[in-house]
């Protein structure tokens, strides 16, 4: 199954209110593991980038200056991410504004909320009370993000594919039991499995006839014990 890790970086929080994304990082999965293949773009957001989200991700209106517009990476990114592949993201309704209100710009389909897999809410469900951030579950997993100096998309996306997949329940990609359908339900009974087919080939039993030391050294065993049972047929 084919799924899309995908993280965004803007130039602040509001996609209706002149806010632009200035970077997109996307991961490929297959089976919830990476595939290597990525895209990664910064963006010119035609406008400039407030110092406070800077610090953030580090992007200035200075390195942003010479980049691509939205309009001339749109079709690149919208190939890489599908028609329907579901888009693995940390806080999605944050993230899918802001590519929506691009894609609104230049009058193209929108992209449903529905499509995206959040791993905050999964996050929440699965730890209730405890910190959901990004930096926080890659603590809570031990997942490397020491090279986050800063918040950027590519590298959050790589970091979110991990966590993603300790989330989906750890490294154990494309096990399942014999005769069990991957995402079948959980009450599935031991005899829904079809039998496995053998060609068997019948072998006749050998016999063993035993020597007469054998039978003389059995006969010194049974004097031993107080009426043993295969002495019951003798009496018949």
């Known amino acids: ?18 806010d632009r994304i200035v970077e997109i990082g996307c991961v490929e999965l297959n089976n919830h593991i990476a595939t290597g293949e990525v895209y990664h773009v910064y963006i010119n957001p035609a406008r400039d980038v407030p110092q406070e989200a800077a610090r953030i991700h580090g992007l200035t209106t200075e390195f942003l200056k010479d980049k691509p517009i939205f309009a001339e990476i749109m079709d690149a990114f919208l190939a890489f991410i599908g028609d329907d592949t579901p888009l693995v993201i940390h806080n999605a309704t944050f993230d899918m504004a802001f590519l929506n209100a691009e894609l609104k710009r230049h ?6 909320l529905h499509r995206a897999i959040d791993t905050l809410p999964m996050a ?5 009370g405890s910190p959901a951030s990004l930096d926080a579950l890659c603590k809570r997993f031990s997942v490397d993000s020491t090279a986050r100096t800063f918040h950027g998309a590519l590298l959050d996306a790589q970091l979110l594919a991990e966590v993603y997949l300790e989330l989906c329940g750890g490294r154990q990609p494309g096990f399942t039991q014999a005769g069990f359908t991957e995402g079948a339900p959980d009450d599935r009974q031991a005899g829904d499995a079809p039998e496995a087919q053998r060609d068997r080939v019948f072998h006749e039993a050998r016999l063993f006839a035993a020597t007469p030391e054998e039978l003389a050294a059995h006969e010194a065993f049974l004097e031993k014990i107080k009426n043993p049972i295969w002495r019951e047929g003798d009496k018949a």
């Open 1 to 18: 199954m084919r799924e899309i890790v995908l993280d965004t970086e803007t130039t602040g929080l509001d996609a209706n209110n002149g």
């Open 107 to 112: 009058g193209m389909k929108q992209l449903p």
């Open 124 to 128: 929440r469900k699965k730890y209730p």
